[in-house]
């Protein structure tokens, strides 16, 4: 069981940055692939990043947060963390905190744990 809680959310300007983290309970933290999702109003939930477990070797990126966007995890903290840059007013959303038992994942269906969320807003 993995319990996760997002913080860092808040309103920024355009072109802006802001860095969310996700703090996991638990021992086996390294052993999860974590991954950000958000939601926008009236939107349905997507995928923004995701890091493999263990090191975190490997990150995956979906094309509208590429280059802009960066995962990264902290075992010994058990943190993820997502660093947002050059934020744009279409990244208006939840953004959601997820731990799957596989090497990473990139669709909901991967993630077995979620956290509440966190709200990100930027304005013009």
């Known amino acids: 069981q993995v319990q996760l809680v997002e913080s860092g959310g808040g309103l920024v300007q355009a072109g802006g940055s802001l860095t969310l983290s996700c703090a996991a309970s638990?021992?086996?933290?390294?052993?999860?692939?974590m991954g950000w999702f958000r939601q926008a109003p009236g939107k349905e939930r997507e995928f923004v990043a995701a890091i493999s477990r263990s090191g975190g070797s490997t990150t995956y990126y979906s094309d509208s947060v590429k280059g802009r966007f960066t995962i990264s995890r902290d075992n010994a903290k058990n943190m993820v963390y997502l660093q947002m840059n050059s934020l744009k007013l279409e990244d208006t959303a939840v953004y959601y905190c997820a731990a799957t038992g596989l090497f990473s994942g990139t669709s909901e269906a991967e993630f077995d744990y979620w956290g509440q969320g966190t709200q990100v807003t930027v304005s013009s």
């Open positions: 638990g021992r086996t933290f390294s052993r999860y692939g």
